[in-house]
């Protein structure tokens, strides 16, 4: 089974949501907090095709993308 990976940072309000919206349904996710793991902005971008707005969200190895309300 996969698993969701959320990068984001704290203060993000966008980012607030998607956690939140993950939480309320009982998703387990890990949390890539950005600005306390800056060498995880590449990562992210190699992996969203240079994406650089947060959150972005990933199932395993697949990309769902942002987070929109």
């Not at 698993?3 to 919206?21: D, E, M, N, Q």
Request: glycine letters at 8%.
């Amino acid at each position: 089974m996969g698993y969701l990976i959320v990068f984001s940072t704290l203060s993000c309000p966008f980012c607030i949501k998607a956690k939140g919206i993950l939480q309320e349904n009982d998703l387990p996710f890990v949390e890539i907090n950005l600005r306390d793991h800056p060498s995880q902005w590449s990562l992210m971008q190699s992996r969203t095709n240079g994406k650089s707005s947060v959150p972005q969200i990933f199932f395993g190895s697949s990309y769902i993308g942002v987070c929109f309300y």
